[in-house]
T-cell receptor, first 114, second 113 residues
């Protein structure tokens, strides 16, 4: 099976703009989680989607949002970009939802906000 | 809130030596503990995981131990090789706030030939 894919891989934006990132999970996987990775903060949980519903959300401002489609593909959107949003955004898919479900990561989208 | 603390943040060993990375967690209900390896510029890859009904799990040169009473778990790598050089992340499943994986801050392991 193909692994988790993310597009685009690299993105440069300016402050105030908005951005949409895409994640395609492993075929058959229904859960997609998003993480922000920065050198200072490590991997921080953004949100999880399962069966097109947001199941959980991390401690990020409302500028960060997401959705999941019927084919389990997911998008996340960041509006009114700030310099501090520069990070590697990783998505991970799992077969189901909950503890014990192995999460498989995509290659990430590296976002640079100028 | 829930958190996972990971130590050390950096670890340098000679090829062939063992490496140990330790993590502690705060949610006593946590029952799933994966370890991920992230090489430079690459995605995190699961290398081993353990569930709370066992105290130890081994896979070739890698082992993980879990002490639920003390709420800590450790990764042991024996006979280290230069290709083991990477950042290692521990994680614990936290049940509070809807359930999610909470990651440690990472350990940068350097294996010197």
């Amino acid at each position: 099976k193909a692994g988790v894919t993310q597009t685009p891989r690299y993105l440069i934006k300016t402050r105030g703009q908005q951005v949409t990132l895409s994640c395609s999970p492993i075929s058959g996987h229904r859960s997609v989680s998003w993480y922000q990775q920065t050198p200072g903060q490590g991997l921080q949980f953004l949100f999880e989607y399962f069966s097109e519903t947001q199941r959980n959300k991390g401690n990020f401002p409302g500028r960060f949002s997401g959705r999941q489609f019927s084919n389990s593909r997911s998008e996340m959107n960041v509006s009114t970009l700030e310099l501090g949003d520069s990070a590697l955004y990783l998505c991970a898919s799992s077969l189901g939802q909950g503890a014990g479900e192995t999460q498989y990561f995509g290659p990430g989208t590296r976002l640079l906000v100028l | 809130g829930e958190n996972v603390e990971q130590h050390p943040s950096t670890l340098s060993v000679q090829e062939g030596d063992s490496a140990v990375i330790k993590c502690t967690y705060s949610d006593s209900a946590s029952n799933y503990f994966p370890w991920y390896k992230q090489e430079l510029g690459k995605r995190p890859q699961l290398i081993i995981d353990i569930r709370s009904n066992v105290g130890e799990k081994k896979d070739q040169r890698i082992a993980v131990t879990l002490n639920k009473t003390a709420k800590h778990f450790s990764l042991h790598i024996t006979e280290t090789q230069p290709e083991d050089s990477a950042v290692y992340f521990c994680a614990a499943w936290g049940y509070n706030q809807g359930g999610k994986l909470i990651f440690g801050q990472g350990t940068e392991l350097s294996v010197k030939p």
